[in-house]
C-alpha cells in the first residue's frame, strides 16, 4: 500500500510527505497491516449538521445537569426545581447550555486543531491529532505500530514510565538505551542509540523526552536529527514535548538561541512524531487534551485508528479558550513566573546544608534534587533511604507531596519537586530543612 492509498488521506497530501527524508523511512513498513488498511469512522453528521437530527441516538430532550437551564432546541428534561445545582449562577448554567452536550462533538472542536498548527508553525491541522491527554497518544503510537508479542520499542532511561506501561499493555518489548548519567547531565548517547537501533531487529519506535522527565533536559535537535538520517534503521522517533513550553519562553524571551521544539522537524522528515500537552504550560491538566504533531499521512493513520469522538465538548471549548490570544498572553504569563519560582526554588535548595547537586537541566517546571545522608560539608552522599524518608514525613506529616525518584537510573537519592507557587515553594524547602536537620 503506498502513502496515496491510506485510506481517508488526500492524493496531494501523500506527494508532499513522500518529498520529506528520509530515502530510507516507508511508515506504510512500521505500521501493522490491520491497522493501514482501517477506514475513517464515518457517520451521517459528517455530511449533515443541522436540522432535525435523529440520526446518533442522542437524548432529544437535552442534557440531565441539575440547575442548568436547557438551551432552545434542546427541550427541558424536568430536572431544576429542588435538584443539587451544579452550576454557580444563571451564566454559568447559560453557558453549560450553549455547549450542546446532549450531542456528539462536532469535528471542527471550536477550530483547536488549525489553531494548534499555527502556533506551531505548522501548514495546516492535518499535521495534528487530538487525544485524550498525550498519554492516548503514546498508546496510539505503539498499538498502530507494534505488533504484539513481536515488535519492541526503544526508551532512554531515566524517562517517563508510560512508555513502558503501554508497552506492556500491548504486549511489546522494551530495549533500554540510558541517557549519559554521569555528572547528572542527561543527554542522548547517541553512538549507543544507533548500534543497539541497528543490531536490535524489530525496534518500531524510538521515544524520547524532551524536557526529559525526570531529568528536566531538553535534548538538541542535532542529535535528533542524527537519529532520524541514520539509514540502517527505519523506525520511527517520538519526541515527547510535555513541558516544551518553557524552554519556548525562553526562547520568545531571547534567553536561548536554538529552536527548543522538534516541530520544526516536521517540515523536513517524515520519520519523527512529536507529542505535547496542555497538562503542563497551559496549566489544563484536568481536561485531558494531548496533541500529536506528524506527517499528514502519519495523522491520518491515527485519527482512523482512535475512538471517535475522544475529545469532548468541554475540553474542545476549554482548549479553543486556553488557545485565543489572550489565553496564550496568560499561559506565557504564567509560565514566566512559574521560571522566576524556579530559579528561587533552586536558590534555596542550594542553601539548604542537606541536599547536593541538582541534576538534570532544570529546562521544565521540576527541578531534581539530591538528599544526602549528611551535611554536604561533612562529605554527604546522596541517600535513597534519606530521600525516602523525607518523601514519606513531608506527605504524610506535614501534607506536601514531592515524588522520590531516587529508584532511576542515574537519580540516587533525588527528589523530584515540582514548581510551586511562592508560598509552596518556601514551605518546601522549611520542611526539607527541618526533616534532614
Ligand atoms: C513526559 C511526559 N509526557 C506525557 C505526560 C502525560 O501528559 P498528559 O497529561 O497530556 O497525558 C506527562 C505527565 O506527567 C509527562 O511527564
Redesign the pocket.
Known sequence: MTASAIPGLAPQAAAAVAQLKPAHFELERIIRPNILSLAPYRCARDDYQSGILLDANENSLGHSLPGASQASGSGSNGAGAGAASLTASPAAAAAIDALGLNRYPDPSLFGVKPTLARLRGLPSEDHVMLGV???EV?DLLQRITCRPGQDKIMICPPT?G?YSVCAAVNDVQVVKVPLKTAGGDFGLDVPQILKTLASTPDIRLLFL?SPG?PTGTLLPLDAVREILEFPDWSGLVVV?E??IDFAEEELRLGKRAEQPSATSLLSEYKNVVV?Q?L?KAFGL?AI?L?ICYGSPALIQIINNTKAPYNISVPTAHLASLALSPEGLDLMRSNVRLLMENRDELIAGLKQLQCTGEILGANDANFVLVQVLDKARADGGRPSGERAEMCYKRMAEERGLVVRNRSKELGCAGCLRITVGTKEENAKCLELMAELLG
Open positions: 491527554g498525550s498519554d503514546l517517563y508510560m523526552c522527565n515527547d510535555a513541558y507529542t500537552t497538562s491538566a485531558r494531548g
